[in-house]
């Protein structure tokens, strides 16, 4: 056994496909599958099932996966740590956002740390924020920036922006011309959700509970998955919702949509920078934690 072995396992594993793998790591089919059954043969356990068009690991192939992530990540982080000790900040750094931090935040940082750190390559996972939280404490991510304080003992978080949310409507929308609501009009107006797991949503409903306002109430004409889906429902008359003005700015500054304030609602928040409190993080990892608290 060893870690390019182990590589072509995980590959095979995450893409649920030997033909799939192959072609992410260069290799050909057969190729593959051998290094799959020296594997086998060196733990004597089957590893993998192949179910039809898809790969699936089995319970011992499911451990191998757990450690061999593990390994792989191990392996990095020694990389990163030898080349920085030299001076050299070389290597790949895997972080993850919510919808605004991922469309609208991290990109812009991102930039900045590559012209500074060249040869570091960026991958980025975007999800809700039980996602990327869930992703970082599993070690698939370094680090994430999500818009939801998280309650878990294993997960560390830090405020790292403060954002504004208003409810945003439409342009022609009768309340176009106004500053600000009440929350019973809020009630009145369909009204476009979001899906369980987004810090907007969780911002929203703590924000309405502490008023002492049922969010049943509200009169839900759809819920939506992300905050461009939710933009252009807004965009389209679908109905009305409450967004980060980070992610309107655009569409505020052409006047196709308006922004307004709800009263007896408290709609700020942060974006809180997410680590696992268990993991050892990677010199580029930190390198680019530093960055990101000087860029803010």
């Not at 818009?147 to 997960?155: C, E, H, L, R, S």
């Not at 505020?252 to 949509?257: E, F, Q, S, V, Y």
């Not at 307004?260 to 934690?289: A, N």
Request: proline share 3%.
């Amino acid at each position: 056994m060893d870690l390019w072995q182990l590589h072509i396992f995980v590959s095979v594993v995450e893409k649920k496909s030997f033909s799939r793998a192959s072609e992410q790591i260069h290799l050909s089919q057969p190729t593959v599958s051998t290094h799959i059954k020296e594997l086998e043969a060196h733990f004597q356990c089957r590893l993998l099932d192949r179910l039809g068009k898809v790969t699936e690991p089995t319970r011992a192939g499911e451990i191998l996966y757990d450690y061999a992530k593990r390994m792989l990540a191990l392996k990095q982080e020694t990389q990163s740590a030898m080349l920085d000790f030299l001076g050299h900040t070389k290597g790949q750094l895997i972080i993850g956002g919510s919808t605004i931090p991922a469309g609208y935040i991290l990109p812009r940082m991102m930039g900045a740390f590559k012209i500074a750190f060249p040869d570091v390559s960026i991958h980025m996972t975007v999800g809700d924020t039980g996602q990327i939280t869930r992703a970082v404490k599993d070690g698939e991510l370094e680090l994430g920036v999500v818009g939801a304080k998280i309650n878990d003992p294993d997960i560390v978080q830090e405020k790292l922006i403060e954002d504004e949310m208003k409810l945003v409507v439409p342009s022609g929308h009768e309340w176009a011309d106004r500053d600000s609501v009440t929350c019973k009009a809020l009630l009145s107006q369909p009204f476009i959700a979001r899906e369980q797991g987004s810090g907007t949503w969780e911002t929203v409903i703590a924000s309405m509970d502490k008023a002492g306002i049922d969010v049943s109430r509200l009169e839900p004409a759809v819920t939506m998955g992300n905050s461009v889906s939710v933009i252009q429902g807004i965009l389209n008359n679908v109905g009305i919702s409450i967004l980060s003005t980070i992610a309107v700015t655009e569409e505020l500054a052409r006047g196709r949509l308006h922004a307004l304030s709800v009263e007896d609602l408290d709609l700020s928040r942060h974006f809180y920078l997410t680590l696992s409190r268990k993991r050892t993080r990677s010199p580029i990892c930190e390198k680019f934690i530093h960055f990101l608290k000087e860029q803010v």
